[in-house]
């Protein structure tokens, strides 16, 4: 199959989804820059094997390669979209994150 091995901060990740998708992104929000790598796989599963934060000097090397399915690195996390409770988590986590990331930058007032 084919896919993606990503080496970042002297760790080498082999990544593919057969008849799905997957890629890279760098997000750069709020003064914060993070890298990114996950998918989402034919069954509607998402796969996140990369989710740090990037600081100056980070190399980043991608390779498209043919890879061996036993050979892939299990995803850090895998979150069913199909399923609405773990939407609901989801959603949740991330709001808790966000509104720590506010009231820590002043942004958001916390009531008493």
Not at 6 to 25: E, K
Not at 51 to 72: W, Y
Not at 91 to 106: A, F, Q, S, V
Request: aromatic fraction near 8%; proline fraction near 4%; glycine fraction near 10%.
């Amino acid at each position: 199959m084919k896919g993606l091995i990503v080496t970042f901060r002297n760790r080498r990740y082999s990544c593919g989804l057969p008849g799905g998708i997957y890629g890279i992104i760098i997000n750069d929000k709020m003064g914060k820059v993070d890298l990114n790598l996950g998918g989402l796989d034919s069954e509607m599963l998402s796969h996140d094997w990369i989710s740090n934060p990037l600081a100056p000097g980070d190399e980043i090397r991608i390779e498209f390669a043919e890879l061996s399915e036993t050979g892939l690195t299990p995803a850090a996390s895998v979150y069913d979209f199909t399923d609405e409770d773990v939407q609901n988590r989801r959603m949740l986590e991330e709001y808790n994150i966000l509104k720590k990331e506010l009231t820590d930058e002043g942004l958001l007032q916390q009531k008493n």
